[in-house]
């Protein structure tokens, strides 16, 4: 009871607005904090282009010509951004992606000039076949769907190629069973020990995907259900993340990131492993379409939802809005 108010109800004790009164005080009772190092920026580098291209679905990004990768890198770099994830949109597709898994195509050269460009920043390869196969999937088809091991085959040698192009890290997202383990024994026997993978492990046949076809020139056919997992499925996301993680994963993953943070709560709880999100190009496009609408401030809804993934988690987080953190950082 409040002196002097005993005639009133009960007014309570514990008052947790307390600590919420100043600036100051919410500063030092903060339980999260994204930092620019916590950030990876996706890179989609087209050959045979002249100048960078906008990408309609997803304001501010663009695919960049191969020629401008090296100027792109040193301005990501100058930004303070530690790390890039690199995505080859090819003009060379096949039923195999085969361009992918020769040394002098796009994913090595790639890798290379991002490598002499910056050699600080960490270099991180989308080890997948659907930017360079004709029909778009992750892999080889075989009788009407994606043969799993045969892809494996495949998955070797394009990750041996950005290994011997000096990538930083192999990001396999290609959702093929027995992924990890496979890319560990190739990585090992090449003397490619201190070359980490980082598991797209929990991945989900997510309709958030959808700016990224455009941003990536996938031509896909069909769908991804039978390789990616069904957004319904908590306990199997779960063991997806559990399995690789003992095929030898060095970082977890889950992907998309903002409907998904009870998937990420859950993985945190059952790893002791860096855990990274991916917040998808549609996810991207929501706040930019919304925040261009007036509807939403977009730098405040970016900065909520990368605390959000921090709350729920995640170590490390992939996002387009990457370049906008470090120049809101700058100014702050
Ligand atoms: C597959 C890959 C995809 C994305 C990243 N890696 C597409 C897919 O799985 O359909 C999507 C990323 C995004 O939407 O931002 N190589």
């Known amino acids: 009871m409040s002196p002097g108010n005993e005639d009133k109800a009960m007014f309570p004790t514990k008052r947790l607005r307390r600590l919420r009164r100043t600036p100051a005080l919410r500063a030092l009772m903060n339980e999260t904090q994204v930092t620019l190092d916590d950030l990876i920026y996706p890179i989609f580098v087209e050959e045979e282009l ?11 990004v663009f695919r960049i010509p191969e ?10 770099a100058d930004l303070g951004i530690r790390a890039i994830l690199l995505f080859g949109v090819s003009r060379h597709k096949d039923a195999t992606g085969s361009d992918s898994m020769k040394d002098e195509g796009l994913v090595g050269r790639m890798v290379r000039t991002a490598k002499d460009a910056a050699p600080d920043i960490l270099v991180i390869a989308d080890v997948c ?10 892999g080889v088809i075989h009788d009407g769907d994606v043969d799993n091991d045969a892809t494996l085959d495949n998955l070797i040698e394009q990750t041996l190629v950005a290994a011997r192009a000096g990538v930083d890290i192999i990001a396999p997202s290609g959702m093929m069973d027995g992924t990890i383990a496979t890319l560990r024994d190739a990585l090992d026997g090449e003397g490619f020990t201190n070359t980490p993978i980082m598991a797209y492990s929990t991945k ?21 259900k039978t390789y990616q997992m069904q957004p319904g499925n908590r306990r199997e996301g779960l063991l997806e993340s559990i399995e690789d993680e003992a095929e030898g994963a060095d970082i977890l993953m889950v992907k998309p990131g903002m409907p998904y943070l009870d998937i990420l709560a859950d993985i945190r709880r059952e790893t002791l492993l860096p855990l990274c999100v991916y917040q998808v190009s549609g996810e991207y496009s929501m706040i930019k379409f919304a925040g261009q609408a007036g509807a939403l401030d977009e730098d405040a809804v970016m ?29 702050a």
């Open 129 to 138: 076949f659907c930017e360079f196969t004709d029909h778009g999937h992750c």
């Open 204 to 224: 989900f046949a997510s309709a958030f995907y959808g700016p990224f076809r455009e941003a990536a020139g996938t031509t896909l056919k069909g769908d991804r």
């Open 303 to 331: 900065l909520e939802s990368l605390t959000a993934f921090k709350r729920a988690g995640a170590d490390l987080i992939i996002t387009y809005f990457a370049p906008k953190f470090a120049e809101l950082s700058q100014k």
């Open 67 to 76: 020629s401008g990768l090296t100027a792109e890198v040193q301005r990501i």
């Open 50 to 60: 002249d100048a960078p291209a906008p990408i309609e679905s997803m304001p501010g």
